[in-house]
Nanobody, 121 residues
C-alpha cells in the first residue's frame, strides 16, 4: 500500500534552517493538494502550509516569510523549507496529500507518519 514518507526533521538551533520532504513510498500517477501540518505536545494539529495542483499556496500567519512550500511534480515530491526557526516551531510535522495512485484511480487522502522538528533556544 502506498504511504507518504516525510524526511528532513531534526534538531536545530534557533535561527537555523531545515528542509522537510514529502514523497510517496512508491511510484504513483500524481500528487494533488499537499499540506504540511504540525502538532506540538498538548496542542491541536495545525495547518502550516499548503499547495495545490496549480501551485496556489497558503501559509499560517505564524510562518509567513519564514517557511516556503514547493513541489517538484516530476519527482512527485513536496518540500517545506523552514528558515529563521524559533523554539515555538518545535513539533511533529506531518504531510497530508491527495494522491492518485494510478491513472484509473480516484484521488485518496493520505497522512505521513510525521517527522520531529526540535528548535533549541
Amino acid at each position: 500500500q502506498v504511504q507518504l514518507v516525510e524526511s528532513g526533521g531534526g534538531l536545530v538551533q534557533a535561527g537555523g534552517s531545515l528542509r522537510l520532504s514529502c514523497a510517496a513510498s512508491e511510484r504513483i500517477f500524481r500528487i494533488k493538494t499537499v499540506g504540511w501540518y504540525r502538532q506540538a505536545p498538548g496542542q491541536q494539529r495545525e495547518l502550516v502550509a499548503a499547495i495545490n495542483s496549480f501551485g496556489r499556496i497558503n501559509y499560517a500567519d505564524s510562518v509567513k516569510a519564514r517557511f516556503t512550500i514547493s513541489r517538484d511534480n516530476a519527482k512527485n515530491t513536496v518540500y517545506l523549507q523552514m528558515n529563521s526557526l524559533k523554539p515555538e516551531d518545535t513539533a511533529v510535522y506531518y504531510c497530508n496529500a491527495d494522491l492518485i495512485v494510478s491513472i484509473d484511480d480516484k484521488s485518496m487522502n493520505y497522512w505521513g507518519q510525521g517527522t520531529q522538528v526540535t528548535v533549541s533556544s
